[in-house]
């Protein structure tokens, strides 16, 4: 069967690359091909940030509301074609259909709450120390924004960032991942056809050390908009030049539970924490923190669910975990567990790849682990989870904050001090209080502190992040007036 060939978007136009090169694509399910793809180069980065240059005139001229208008029509589009969509995701990358459905779901919700947004693009008015003197802020678009996306939410990554960059009158030109460039360009088509100009939105697939970074320091580009591994991140922030730079990186989660806890509700958390999309989350729970009383109790609790959950390709029915994303990371999650194994801990279930087709690992569990140890403190980004059974609060919180990164923390407990202290004392940007490490939600703010970056991109902080707040003061006194100098 011929390969269908997949195509850039710069300017308007479906293209290949300047290189005349491409890549493939499998699904790490099947390991079948699924397309073939254009390996942009630094020509192709160059022109579409020429085309989001000379599109962001006419489109930075739009009024907001407007802008949000074609956003409804983005997510009417997304509705009608959800289904589709979710299937050629899980086509792709092997996901839980129901997980790739949620993918889509999160676009919708944004491009719907953004749509909004285009009626808030709220300044400030405030005093003036000097008479006849008026003093406000207004919000005006940075200009061309490079939006680079990681692999496990490719369609939501990218709706968190190019919605609100749109609404706020900003151009772009977006490298998705290369583990899923058919999403990239199914969500392009949707743009496309909602009607967004020609240069607003711009495609280029290809490699991080080519494309990416082209984006990355090309000086036209106003602002980076990055998801991706800590690494990447830091890479970005060495070579950006002076540039916004907006970070949303890797984690190490945890899930605490107190020996007050509701256990059943505590392990159902830690299922879908820790084992959901096969633990390819910033915020899945890796690390499980339990009072000593519970250990065994949870330990076994633990064991029966997690041995019931049905590994196999998303597509097909009662599958909990899906595959891993591919090659390289199936023997990086199994170097974790080689690692966790020389450290020390007691490997409980799990630990090695599931058959011989596709990339699927089994749901791992480590016990008897220090919060020294590198299955504690790094981000595997799989399937396995490390437990910790600590001997009272102060001593889970300080396990919690041991490590470098900061981006979802939950506690399972019935005290209601403790709860309110763990909300102030978690060095996180997210908090959980009875619920798992994931599940957030568009309308609030979402990033992570320490390694896990410092961007907000969802919520009303998103409209932060894609604008610049000007400061404008009117003096109607007809007269000098001096700041700091005038005081009578
Ligand atoms: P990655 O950093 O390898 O790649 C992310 C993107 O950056 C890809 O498009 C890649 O091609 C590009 N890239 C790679 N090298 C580059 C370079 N030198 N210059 C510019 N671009 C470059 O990450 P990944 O493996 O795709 O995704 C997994 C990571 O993303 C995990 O660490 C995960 O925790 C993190 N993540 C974070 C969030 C969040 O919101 N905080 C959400 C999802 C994933």
Redesign the pocket.
Known sequence: MKLPVFKMYIDGKWVNSHSEETFQKINPATEKLVGVFQKGNKEDVKKAVNAAERAFEKWSEIPAPKRGKILLKVAQLLEQNKENLAKELTEEMGKVLAEARGDIQEAIDMAEYIAGEGRRLFGRTTTSELKDKFAMTVRDPIGVVGC??????PIA?PSWKIFPALVCGNTIVF?????TPRCAVKFVEILEKAGIPKGVINLVTG???EV??E??RNKGIRMIS????????K??LR?AGIKKVSL????KNVIIIMDDADLNLALEGVLWGAFGTAGQ??TAASRVIVAKDLKSKFEKMLLEKASKLKLGYGLNKGIDIGPLINKAALEKVHSYTEIGKKEGAKLLTGGKRSGTKGFFYLPTIFTDVSPYMRIFQE?I?GPTTAIFSCKNFDEAIEAANSVEYG?SFSIYTKNINNAFKAIKKLQSGIVYINAPTIGAEIHLP???IKN??FSREGGWTAIEEFTNEKTVYIDFSGKLQKAQIDLD
């Not at 680079?148 to 939410?153: A, D, E, G, L």
């Not at 990055?226 to 991140?233: L, P, Y």
């Open positions: 680079i996306t990681p692999w496990n939410f990554i490298k998705p991942s290369s583990d490699g991080g050390n990416g970074m984006i990355v990055f998801t991706g591994h800590r690494d990447t991140g890479e970005i070579q949303e990186l890797g984690s989350r910033c981000e980004f981006l979402f990033g992570g896990s970056g």
